[in-house]
């Protein structure tokens, strides 16, 4: 089993700037995916920003340019640097990892308020 630990969330004003982390423990059998999906209230869970252990990203529209997904194979650790925050960009952020037998692993989530 894979546990996934995430911390980082809070509350900032906006235009401020927060960095996710989450680091994956337990039996891990070559993780691939490691990505950051967020669920706003009364909204779908939604893809946030998406990484390869190839070193591929990809980013909703909405986070383009602002958000930035990194990981540290090593440490089996995924971070999302979040500049220019927005109101919008209020939600509960998830970090997913998908192993080498496509397995699904979810963390347990860390708020993150935006205020206008």
């Known amino acids: 089993q894979v546990q996934l630990v995430e911390s980082g969330g809070g509350l900032v004003q906006a235009g401020g700037s927060l960095r996710l982390s989450c680091a994956a423990s337990g039996i891990i059998f070559s993780i691939n995916a490691m990505d950051w999906y967020r669920q706003a209230p009364g909204k779908q869970r939604e893809l946030v920003a998406a990484s390869t252990s190839g070193g591929s990203t990809n980013y909703a529209d909405s986070v383009k340019g602002r958000f930035t997904i990194s990981r540290d194979n090593a440490k089996n650790t995924v971070y999302l640097q979040m500049n220019s925050l927005k109101p919008e960009d209020t939600a509960v952020y998830y970090c997913?990892?998908?192993?080498?037998?496509?397995?699904?692993?979810w963390g347990q989530g860390t708020q993150v308020t935006v205020s206008s």
């Open positions: 997913n990892a998908v192993d080498a037998l496509y397995s699904w692993y």
